[in-house]
């Protein structure tokens, strides 16, 4: 129960940024051609606009996920720099292990949404679109790695591969974003 409630708070979270950037969608209810053209067109940019949070969602959870990666590392720095907070630290360091597959898995999802919504919007597949696509199947790739992984946490090659992999998908994720 408590994973689901876990796998369910970011869903809930980019579903309420959406709603919060898109703001409500109601136009007045005219009959005139024009307003009902402008009126499709405005659907049409809620669509965008939703899928482009989705997308910023994923970012979100992506960040999630990696951050087990900085505090894993820098963990005796912190410690031994701010020994007050080292409870705090630890149980950080926990939560992100404990739940890192599961963020992971939550990302992956949240980045089909996206694509699907962004796909759905555009109506064909650009070369954004196509970066996103790569982004997405490398990770997929990267994940499948990251299960491997969890049986067989000692394998050192293993865990480098899913870091490299994930380390292309990002930069590939930041391409897609600034192009
Ligand atoms: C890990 C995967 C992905 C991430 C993190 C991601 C993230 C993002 C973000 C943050 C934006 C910018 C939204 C904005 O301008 O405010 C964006 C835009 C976009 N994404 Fe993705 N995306 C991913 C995968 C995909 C996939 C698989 C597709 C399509 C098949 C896709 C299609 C698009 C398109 C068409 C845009 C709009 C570009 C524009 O007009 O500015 N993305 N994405
Ligand atoms: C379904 C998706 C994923 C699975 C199954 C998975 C699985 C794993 C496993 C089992 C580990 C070893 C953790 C440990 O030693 O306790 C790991 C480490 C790691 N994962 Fe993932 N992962 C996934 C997604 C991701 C994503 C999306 C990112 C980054 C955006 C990521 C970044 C990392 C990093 C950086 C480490 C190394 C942590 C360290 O040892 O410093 N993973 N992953």
Redesign the pocket.
């Known amino acids: 129960m408590k994973y689901i409630k876990i796998l369910l708070l970011p869903f809930f979270m980019v579903f309420t940024l959406s709603f919060l950037i898109v703001g409500n969608p109601t136009v007045s209810a005219d009959h005139d051609f024009n307003e009902t053209y402008e009126h499709d067109d405005d659907e049409d940019g809620i669509y965008e606009d939703v899928g482009k949070a989705v997308g910023w969602g994923t970012v979100i959870t992506?960040?999630a996920?990696?951050f087990?990666?900085p505090i894993?590392?820098s963990m005796k720095w912190l410690i031994s720099h701010y020994p007050k907070y080292k409870k705090t630290f630890i149980s950080l360091s926990k939560f992100l292990?404990k739940y890192?597959?599961s963020?992971?898995?939550l990302?992956?999802a949240i980045s089909i949404i996206h694509g699907i919504t962004m796909y759905g919007s555009e109506g064909e597949l650009e070369s954004d679109g196509i970066i996103g696509l790569a982004a997405v199947l490398l990770?997929i790739v990267?994940?499948l790695f990251?299960?491997i992984?969890?049986k067989n946490?000692k394998g050192k090659s293993l865990?480098n591969t899913?870091?490299t992999l994930?380390a292309f998908?990002?930069l590939i994720v930041f391409v897609h974003i600034v192009l």
């Open positions: 992506l960040g996920a990696g087990i990666f894993r590392r292990g890192h597959i963020i992971g898995i990302a992956l990770m990267a994940s990251g299960f992984l969890s946490k865990r899913h870091m994930i998908t990002l």
